[in-house]
Structures are given as structure tokens and as C-alpha cells.
């Protein structure tokens, strides 16, 4: 769970540590009626009348009024713990690519590519040969834990554990970027101990938060068990590990702390870790990640490393194997037989995310693939769905954005010119990818056997750590994308200093060729530039042209970027996320910036793309209604109580609504489009504005 400084456009669903890869999402029967592989992708129109709930007042709930009929007609489906525009292209795009998969694997004459997704695909759906298995696949890493004889030699062991599977044990490595200078790759060391999904949950002392706990100790005994062990002796094991991982949350950094790349920053030599982290042999412990000899790290959060010593010497010897040993069940449990997988999900997904059941094997499997190889799947995906016209359209989108952009920052009347200079040199620095990466990841070395799906995930999480360390001591590269092609989703890499729009999330109902401009700016036009302006938010401003973190701001200049901020909180932090829970906007106020700031720079731009049309109502709106209409229906959703509860605590981004109404009503061009009144809800007294 090392940080990386990326702001995504949409939450990934916080998944314990899935083997399967990221959140993703579902059904699109959803009455229990088998879904099919596609062959086309279905269509549905970037602005739809159909979704609107003309019973509502558009100035007093906009959301409502742009996505009450979505709201009604996609009840959320069984498997998932919410459902949305977003999670339900998402699903269109994995029932294609199932599709897709179907064929590469019964294909005579197949290419390399075709081969490796198509066997590793046809492994994971046979689900007999999986569950004859059981507990086999992860034995020996079993009994070589149970054999440790020693405090030293578990210790020791860590470093194998780390190198050899994805699970949480203590803490993680991971080259990234310095922050210092992000031409270069630093190697990061940082939290990575926990089973549930923030150290709030270990913390607070609410009824449902000591419910949550509960649950969890039942997770890890019931983990165990499965495992091999007696029931009373995991009951035991589990309390064990809760008290391991509390300690561990307690000396952990918060969601908002973490934020602020200053608190995640202590470059150091080894030998200065040394004397932070006395008890692991560092140089062995990098030796066996695959750096022999590196000299420098970046310790992410110093506290907790001190409390990993303080546990490997003094919990007992055997509550310290019990940790590792669940964690290493349940990190497998997705991709072992049922009997765990379906444990695993009804803890992470069912319980805390209030899914009712789990996804069919074919969309797990389409995950799996994407997860582990995203860029193989993703050749597949881009040659069938993004043509060269829709690359050239979108990318034009951006640039007239960008430009945009420029024009606000220069006209701000609260920056000095200094500060404009530096953040126009930034913008102007600024990277699009948009669609695939240029160059594709290389695969030929990772063999995909047939019939073995165990086998062959596990090398290539081994393939993915290999590429990952083979980075220490070379330069950047900066063509590397970290999301797949087929992903519904977008994310701005503040050290990379680039914008990210891979096919998946600029596909109809999202970005649709086929409608005029007014909804596309609306809604692709909106996200392009809630990324961009991710580059100068509370956490992005930290980044300069180069993406290294260095204050280019002046003094006057930050504080009044944090007035505005300030204002931006308020306004979020009144609106009500589940129950009594209000929105934490100091964890959201970067994205609810990025929120209203992209959409106004959309709506500039579409103004000035269209100036010289004459554009026609439609469906009896005016075309500034259809931009705002076009805008609000990207975030037609429902969610479950659950999942909002579990979003609260971890999840930077508001809740749907809010990410709607909150825009607008800071709008004076929405209220002017839909002639709407002081004093309504959509209309704020005073408008917060940064860009
Ligand atoms: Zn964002």
C-alpha cells in the first residue's frame, strides 16, 4: 500500500489485496439471466432523456433531476456494491472482452498475445480443476512458515515472503520516482500490514466500527481453519493478529495526512534505516527484491517502520507466524478454490461493501486477465473499439482544454504573475495519453502454461515484481501507463506530470462520436479537465514542471489557494454522505476542486470551440442545458449504505450526488442555463471558485 502521488477519476474499489486486480464491476443481466459474451460493444447516447426525473425542480436537486430515471431503471445488481454510468461500461467493456477471450482461446494459428490471454482465461473459468486443488497450491509456502524455528529466522524470512507473493506482511518495497527528481527511480519502503482497509477501523470505538472488528477476527479464524487449523487454536490466532494490526494502525498515517507528499518523504541511506529499523538485514532484505547494493530509499512513514521493529521483537513467536500465515491464505483466496474465494468475498466485498453475491466466474476471470495482462488484453481491446478518428477527436478535446486552462490561470486575479509564470511553464510541460500507451509492454518472457491457473498467476506477479525492480538505477520511462486500455477510468501522475485517458472511459455513453458537442464536452470535456487541474490542486501544486516536489508558490499566493480550498470544505463538508455521516472534506476537497474547476474549463471551452455554430434546443433544452445535462448523467449511480460507509473513511472522491450538485451550485452559468432563483438549493449565496 505504497503511495504513489496519481489522482484517479473515479474510486477502485478497495479490495483487501486482490490477486484479481482492481475493482471493477458486473453484471448487466440483472435478473439472474446468463450474460453472454459480446461481440459489439452496445450503445447507449451520451445525453439520454430517459435517465432524467422530470418531476424534479433541475434548480433544486440537479442530480436528481439528470439521473432519477437511471436511478430507477439500474437497480444495483447482486454482485456489485454500487452501480453506476462508470462501473456499468466497465461492465460492457469485460463482456466484450470476454468475447474477445472466447475466441483467443479456441482459435488455431493464434499470435503469442493471443495465446497468453487466451489460455490464461480458459484456466481461470475451469473452476472444476481449481476447487480438486484446495489448499494445495499454497502447501509448501505453508509448511515453510509453520518450520520457522526462530524470532531470527522469520524475520529473515520476510524478505522471500515479499518477493515471492502479493500479500500484506509488515511492509512493502517499491521502485518509484524520487520525488526529488523524477527523471530518477527511488526505491519506496512503506506501510503494507493491515487486513482491513484503513487504520480507522481498528481505531475508532463506534458501535458498528466494533461490530466491523468482530467480523474481521471471524474472517482470520475462519481463514485459518481453512487452512488447516483447529478451530480453537484459530480462534486464538485471529485475536492475535488483531492485536498485531492494531498497533500497526495506531502508528499509521491517515488518509489525509498521507495526501501531503512532505509527510510520505524521508530519503535516507540504508545505513541511516539501520537505525530507524534495526532488527531486518537491510542490504539482504534489498538483495533478495532484486536491488543487490542500493544505497538510498525514501522510508514513507518512519513511526510505523519503528512499530514493525518493535513487533517482530516482542509479539510471540507463534502470534507472529499466525499474521503471516493469514495473510498469506487470504491474499490467495481468490485465486485458490471456492471454499476460500467465497470466504474472502463475503468478508471484503459481501460484508464491508454490502455486495450480495459474488460476480459470475466469467467476469472475475476477465478481471484476472486484465489485472495481470492488462497490456496484452488491451492490444485486443483498442484494435476493435478506438479507432484513429476517435483518438485524433479526443485529442483535440484535450488541447482545447489545455488551453483553456491557460487562459484562466492567466486571467486569476488572486495569483502573482510569478506563480502564473511557474504553473503556465507546468501546464505547458504537462503530458496527454490518451487511449494506449505508444509502445506496448513485452511479454515474451512470461509463459503461460495451460490448465494452470495458480501456477500461472503467480508468475506473473513474479514477471510484474522482476519489471518493476529491473527499473532501479535507469531512467524513467515515461511512456508507462497505470491503467489498462480497457479501464473505465482516468488518473493525473503528478511526478510524471501527465494526464491519462485510457479507450475504456472514452467510450459512448462517456465520450460518444455519434452526439454533438454540447454532452461531450459535458461530460469526456469535464473529466479531461478535472485531471488537468488535479496538476495544480492541494496535493498536484506540490509538483513542479518536472514532477519533483518543490514549493513554487509564494506565500501570499498558497494562502490564498487555501482560502479558496477553505471555502470548497465548507461548502462539502454540509453535505451528508450515509446516515450520519458527513463528507470528510478535508480527505475530498482536491477532487471536489478538480470537479468544479474541470467543469467550468469544459464548459469555456465548448463555448469557444462552438462559437462560430449556431446550435439548436433539443429535446426541449438549450444547448447550455444539454452541456450541464450531458455533464451531471456521467454520474448517475446508485450505491449501498455499505460501500458508502466504507467510502468515508478511505475514498478522496464525494458521493455521486455531491460531485453533481455541489459543481453546479457553484456555477452562476448553470443557474443563468436553467433560469433558477436565489435562494434554491442549486443557487449558493456565495460561489466558491479556485480556478
Ligand atoms: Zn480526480
Known amino acids: 500500500m505504497i503511495l504513489r502521488f496519481q489522482s484517479i477519476c473515479v474510486p477502485a474499489a478497495v479490495l483487501s489485496l486482490a490477486f484479481l486486480g482492481s475493482s471493477a464491476p458486473t453484471l448487466i443481466a440483472q435478473t439472474g439471466t446468463a450474460a453472454k459474451p459480446l461481440t459489439a460493444m452496445p450503445y447507449s447516447p451520451s445525453l439520454d432523456t430517459a435517465n432524467l426525473d422530470r418531476s424534479i425542480d433541475p434548480c433544486v436537486d440537479f442530480y ?73 497450491p499454497i502447501a509448501s509456502a505453508m509448511s515453510r512458515l509453520d518450520a520457522i524455528p526462530s524470532r531470527s529466522s522469520l524475520i529473515t524470512h520476510l524478505a522471500d515472503l515479499q518477493h515471492l507473493s502479493s500479500g500484506s506482511y509488515f511492509f512493502a518495497s517499491l521502485p518509484l520516482q524520487d520525488p526529488d527528481d523524477s527523471n530518477t527511480i527511488l526505491v519506496w519502503l512503506g506501510p503494507n500490514g493491515l487486513g482491513l482497509p484503513d487504520r480507522d477501523y481498528y481505531l475508532k470505538t463506534d458501535a458498528k466500527s466494533v461490530e466491523t472488528r468482530a467480523k474481521y477476527v471471524a474472517y482470520v479464524s475462519q481463514m485459518l481453519v481453512l487452512a488447516g487449523e483447529a478451530p480453537t487454536l484459530a480462534a486464538a490466532h485471529a485475536a492475535d493478529v488483531l492485536k498485531i494490526e492494531t498497533v500497526l494502525a495506531q502508528a499509521s498515517l491517515s488518509q489525509v495526512d498521507r495526501r501531503d507528499p512532505y509527510k510520505t518523504f524521508h530519503k535516507m541511506t540504508v545505513a541511516q534505516l539501520n537505525k530507524v529499523s534495526g532488527v531486518i538485514d537491510w542490504p539482504s532484505y534489498f538483495k533478495t527484491q532484486g536491488a543487490p547494493g542500493l544505497a538510498t530509499l525514501n522510508l514513507a512513514e518512519p513511526e510505523y517502520q519503528k512499530a514493525v ?51 459470475p466466474r466469467w467476469k472475475r476471470c476477465v478481471r484476472a486477465v486484465d489485472g495481470q495482462l492488462g497490456e496484452a488484453l488491451g492490444q485486443e481491446f483498442v484494435r476493435r473499439t478506438f479507432s484513429p478518428e476517435m483518438k485524433q477527436k479526443t485529442v483535440l478535446m ?18 502573482s504573475d510569478s506563480t502564473k509564470k511557474e504553473a503556465l ?24 502454461t495451460p490448465g494452470d491457473y495458480f501456477g500461472d498467476t503467480v508468475k506473473a506477479e513474479r514477471f510484474d515484481r522482476s519489471r518493476e525492480w529491473a527499473k532501479v538505477g535507469k531512467p524513467v520511462n515515461r511512456n508507462e501507463w497505470g491503467m489498462t486500455p480497457p479501464t473505465v477510468n482516468a488518473y493525473y501522475d503528478a511526478q510524471m506530470n501527465d494526464i491519462n485517458f485510457p479507450a475504456g472511459v472514452l467510450q459512448p455513453p462517456l465520450y460518444d462520436s455519434k452526439m454533438d458537442d454540447a454532452p461531450n464536452y459535458g461530460n469526456t470535456g469535464a473529466t479531461i479537465g478535472h485531471e488537468l487541474t488535479h496538476g495544480f490542486d492541494d496535493e498536484g501544486r506540490k509538483f513542479d514542471y518536472q514532477g519533483n516536489l518543490k514549493d513554487w508558490w509564494t506565500p501570499d499566493d498558497a494562502k490564498h489557494f487555501d482560502e479558496r480550498i477553505g471555502c470548497v470544505r465548507d461548502q462539502y463538508a454540509q453535505y451528508i454522505r450515509v446516515d450520519d455521516i458527513h463528507i470528510n472534506s478535508k480527505l475530498t476537497s482536491g477532487e471536489d476542486v478538480a470537479d468544479i474547476g474541470g467543469t467550468l474549463l469544459a464548459y469555456m471551452a465548448w463555448k469557444k470551440a462552438t462559437s462560430s455554430d449556431k446550435l439548436q434546443p433539443a429535446d426541449g433544452f438549450s444547448p447550455d442545458q444539454r452541456f450541464f445535462v450531458g455533464m451531471a448523467q456521467w454520474a448517475c449511480g446508485n450505491t449501498r449504505p455499505e460501500e458508502e460507509r466504507a467510502n468515508a473513511v478511505t ?31 442549486m443557487v449558493r449565496a456565495k460561489v466558491c471558485k479556485v480556478w
Open 651 to 681: 475514498d478522496p472522491h464525494s458521493p455521486l450526488f455531491a460531485r453533481i450538485n455541489g459543481v453546479v451550485s457553484d456555477m452562476p452559468e448553470f443557474s443563468k442555463a436553467f433560469s433558477c432563483k436565489a435562494g434554491q438549493p
Open 398 to 415: 484535450t488541447a482545447q482544454i489545455e488551453e483553456q486552462m491557460q487562459i484562466e490561470i492567466e486571467q486569476l486575479d488572486w495569483m
Open 425 to 448: 511553464r507546468k501546464l505547458h510541460a504537462l503530458r496527454n495519453k490518451v487511449g494506449y500507451p505508444d509502445q506496448w509492454r513485452d511479454y515474451s518472457a512470461l509463459a503461460i
Open 309 to 359: 521493529d518493535a513487533e517482530l521483537q516482542t509479539e510471540p513467536l507463534d502470534a507472529l507466524k499466525a499474521y503471516l500465515r493469514f495473510h498469506l491464505v487470504t491474499s490467495a483466496a481468490p485465486i485458490l478454490s471456492s471454499a476460500f474465494s467465497t470466504a474472502e468475498f463475503d468478508f471484503y466485498r459481501g460484508y464491508l461493501r454490502g455486495t450480495k453475491e459474488q460476480p
Open 64 to 136: 436528481k433531476f439528470s439521473c432519477g430515471g437511471w436511478q430507477k431503471n439500474n437497480p444495483i445488481p447482486p454482485d456489485q456494491s454500487s452501480w453506476d454510468v462508470y462501473s456499468k461500461l466497465a461492465d460492457e467493456n469485460n463482456q466484450f472482452l470476454w468475447g474477445v477471450l472466447k475466441e483467443d482461446g479456441a482459435i488455431k494459428d493464434r499470435t503469442p498475445v493471443q495465446q497468453k490471454v487466451g489460455d490464461y482465461f480458459a484456466a481461470c473459468m475451469d473452476t472444476d480443476a481449481i476447487d480438486r486443488l484446495g489448499a494445495e
